[in-house]
């Protein structure tokens, strides 16, 4: 009997016990209690249930990671800045207290000439037009209106993503990405969203910002600006502040056309408040102030010298055969760590930088023929010390704010004056030293002169000392640095010839 009754259950299963009615009615009601070592359950395959593991020995618990202290609370009194006959605080503008957090982050305490003046008038509302020399600050001048302006006006309740409340338009892509950087680093405490936008980099990516969250501030080249402005994608209704930097560069690039374009989409001139910015007040810029304007400070601050007393120029008479001979011996003998070398063509800039690496300096290029996202990174680069040179055309001349770059090398002497103010301007910032050394050969030597003229005093030309002269010594490239060479050179020429295709279909006339 036993037997049977074995077979007619499986191992693990047992019979079911026949309850009286009560009884099950009594189960059913009753709150169902867990043992504290639950029974086996059956396999639902019918199998045998797979023996239980054995459980692990308990760990000794991992000691927590100390929660961060948070930040001790901020106030007026924190920053501190004693008064000083003839320099102007930060203080003694009426700025909220989050944007004066943010400056004393930056380490500015007493303003540049060109802040406290513009400042003076354009935190009252005021239009301004401005002209200063490169490095005197004036991107920190309109960028500390513009959010002080942001933060004491609230936004309007119905906003869009794509609404700036503040634009900001500037000829370069570096340029571009110098501004938006210094904009991140005094909204630090505002809680004002920063965004760029330039041409040359995945314009998805971009536009995926706008999905994210609203844009207080943004920073644009015209084109790229443009071509999101007629895709639907922004909308220049709520505009407050518009500030045009290098108004003279982006006469120069032909932009104007574009930014008139832009600027009929943003409200009347009466209804916004306009900033412009040029290294030079031409007639062409006045006009462009009287049209974008309305009764605007006029702000100039005119040095003793175009170029800043900090820097000590130096030009070296030197035969084209020997430029790039000095310029070797100039990095490897003087053992310099950051370095700019201007050229005036991509092609020469291409051939110094190779012949750099190949050298053993390590050395990157900037110029229209490398991609934009490696421009980017290349400057990262650049500005981490990762770099030893950065040889580049005038793509770099302004608005790149590197701090520790000892000297400035003009491998070939630039054709406009200004563009040689602006190079030098690389060093000799923020009160630091800086040397300047010019490699005048026979095809270059005759733009001397009108550098004189705007500078305003002579160029000693002087043969270079012997020791640079020496000739270079010979080396062997590894495998790993032809290829890296190989693999630049490949990518610098899809990237011309992108740019060709681009220029010729813009150019080709289009068939009706």
Known sequence: MLKALKKLFK???????????????????????????????????????????????????????AKPVPPAPWSLEDFVVEPAEGKTRFHD??????????????????????????????????????????????????????????????PPDERYMGEPRALIIAPTRELVMQIANDAEGLTKHCGLNVMAFVGGMDSDKQLKQLEKRYVDILVATPGRLLDFCNRGEVHLDLVEMMVLDE??????????????????????????QTLLFS??????????????????????????????????????AVSGADKYKVLYN??????????MVFANRKDEVRRVQERLVRDGINAAQLSGDVPQHKRVRTLDNFREGKLRVLVATDVAGRGIHIDGISHVVNYTLPEDPEDYVHRIGRTGRAGAKGTSISLAGEDDAFQIPPIETLLGGKLDCIPPEEIYLKPIPRRQQSA???ASSDANEAEQKAAADANRRRSSSTNRPRRR
């Open 247 to 272: 108004a003279d560069r982006m006469l120069d690039m032909g932009f104007i056309p574009q930014v008139r374009q832009i600027i009929r989409q943003t409200p009347r001139k009466g209804d916004r």
């Open 93 to 154: 503008f009426p700025l909220p207290d989050s944007l004066m957090r943010a400056i004393q982050d930056q380490g500015f305490s007493y303003c540049t000439p060109i802040q406290a003046k513009v400042l003076g008038s354009t935190l009252q509302g005021q239009d301004a037009i401005g002209r200063a020399q490169t490095g005197t600050g004036k991107t920190a001048a309109f960028l500390i209106s513009t959010i002080t302006q942001l933060l004491e006006t609230p």
């Open 330 to 339: 100039l990095i490897t003998q003087l053992d310099l760590e950051r370095v």
């Open 11 to 65: 191992p693990g299963e047992t019979p079911a016990v026949p309850q009286q009615p009560a009884a099950a009615e009594a189960t059913q009601s009753a709150p169902a209690v867990r043992s504290q070592e639950p029974a086996e359950q059956p396999s639902s395959t019918g199998r045998e249930a797979p023996p239980s593991r054995p459980k692990k020995p308990r760990q000794p618990a991992k000691p927590r990671a």
């Open 279 to 316: 290294a030079t007040f031409s007639d062409d810029v006045m006009n462009l102030a009287r049209q974008w304007t309305v009764d605007p400070a006029v702000v100039e601050i005119e040095p003793e010298r175009p170029a800043s007393e900090n820097i000590t120029q130096k030009v070296y």
């Open 480 to 482: 790993e640095e032809k």
